[in-house]
């Protein structure tokens, strides 16, 4: 990575749900008392009254951008009621972001959404995108010199949620978080291609008041899961590719980007997508070592889109050993650059995540490049932190 453009963004990401703590009016909040197997939330890691802090390790760092998002539950805890409180916070989050001289890439839906709008029925009642689109205009009266405005985190994540939790809530075994495969070998449902559609239109009308009402880029993120197939087994890997990423990728050809967010590879055979078999060198959340999945899903991104420009929201690793996650991340910024090398506009490297955070229904996963005491909430950035922010102040990626 010789010719990084010196507007491109090195940073780290988070969600709200997963690092503020006490999101009492979400809809995940209220599921966490009640669905088996999954771990409560609580005060997560507090990063609601710690974000200066948060910030400030990743700027003094040497990193440059910040994703993070705004909380709808919090904006419009009841139907129709903002809470200007709530707007002023997300603002203050904003403006100490800009402060420390990192550029805010915001999130305004990052899979929780308000305990109301959940219990009316989700995304597929009739006034849902209505509802969406009130909250993005809201939003909108902070957003003022916000340039990266992500409209919704992995649609296609969440169109596979409903699945999960009605089979959790139902009894029919525990709750298992569709970003935690953990030790059995399993295959994760595919999204509801109907939900998914309804998710892009809410899309839509999220961007468009965007671009009517600032200046931000818009775009939304896809969970890219870099399928491969044997060629037997080209129709179903199209098939697949379709219905899990491709509907949505397929959705962003009018944004400004598309936020690329990648862990690792899976295979597809005449029955879908093969489990991640056991092995010595699989993450904590079960999936296998592939950082070169990085530089498979950008460069499949690419090309579905149309050439959408590429910002890298969330990529990394799932481990307890640092040195393994630098080397990790080293081999997936090297295959970036080789498509790079190739032609794809890529604008940033978010890393996933800033801190050891909440897992959506599990703590032990540890993605973070800040470690974070639960009980007293002291941070203590790892080796990793250090080691991207020199990259980032170098203006090049690793050598091989």
């Not at 690092?19 to 009492?24: A, Q, R, S, V």
């Not at 990728?249 to 997508?273: K, M, W």
Request: proline share 6%.
């Amino acid at each position: 990575m010789n010719r990084i453009p010196p507007d491109f963004l090195w940073g780290a990401s988070t969600a709200p749900h997963q690092i503020e703590g006490n999101n009492i009016n979400s809809d995940w909040w209220a599921r966490e008392q009640v669905t088996p197997g999954m771990a409560f939330s609580g005060d997560a890691i507090d990063s609601y009254h710690r974000y200066g802090e948060d910030m400030r390790l990743l700027a003094d760092a040497g990193l440059n951008a910040y994703r993070f998002g705004i909380e709808w539950a919090r904006v419009e805890p009841i139907p129709g009621h903002f809470s200007k409180a709530e707007l002023a916070h997300y603002r203050r989050v904003i403006d100490t972001a800009l402060g420390l001289g990192l550029t805010p890439v915001v999130t305004l839906q990052h899979f929780s959404t308000p305990r109301w709008f959940a219990d009316a029925g989700s995304w597929m009642t009739e006034r849902a995108i209505d509802r969406f689109a009130s909250y993005v205009t809201t939003a909108t009266s902070i957003l003022e010199g916000i340039e990266w405005v992500c409209t919704i985190n992995e649609p296609n994540m969440l169109a596979m949620m409903g699945t999960m939790m009605k089979a959790a809530e139902s009894g029919d075994g525990d709750w298992q978080s569709p970003t935690v495969e953990g030790d059995v070998q399993m295959v994760l449902p595919a999204p509801d291609p109907e939900v998914g559609r309804r998710l892009a239109r809410a899309h839509d009308a999220a961007r468009e008041i965007l671009k009517e009402r600032t200046d931000a880029k818009v775009g939304w993120t896809v969970a890219n899961q870099a399928l491969t197939a044997k060629p037997e087994h080209e129709a179903r890997l199209i098939e697949e590719r379709y219905v899990r990423e491709d509907l949505y990728l397929e959705a962003a050809r009018q944004d400004d980007f598309i936020g690329v967010q990648a862990y690792s590879t899976q295979e597809v055979d005449e029955n879908g997508p093969v489990p991640h078999a056991p092995h010595p060198d699989n993450t904590l959340v079960g999936t296998a070592y592939r950082p070169d999945s990085l530089g498979m899903a950008v460069r499949h991104a690419w090309k579905v889109t149309d050439g959408v420009p590429v910002l890298v929201t969330e990529n990394g690793i799932a481990t307890g050993d640092d040195n393994r996650r630098i080397a990790y991340t080293t081999e997936a910024l090297q295959h970036l650059s080789a498509a790079m090398d190739d032609g794809v506009d890529v604008r940033g490297y978010l890393h996933w995540s800033a801190l050891d955070n909440y897992e959506w229904g599990h703590w032990e996963p540890t993605f973070g490049l800040i470690a974070v005491d639960r009980e007293t909430f002291e941070r203590q950035p790892k080796p990793s932190l250090a080691w991207l922010g020199n990259l980032a102040r170098s203006g090049k990626g690793p050598t091989t």
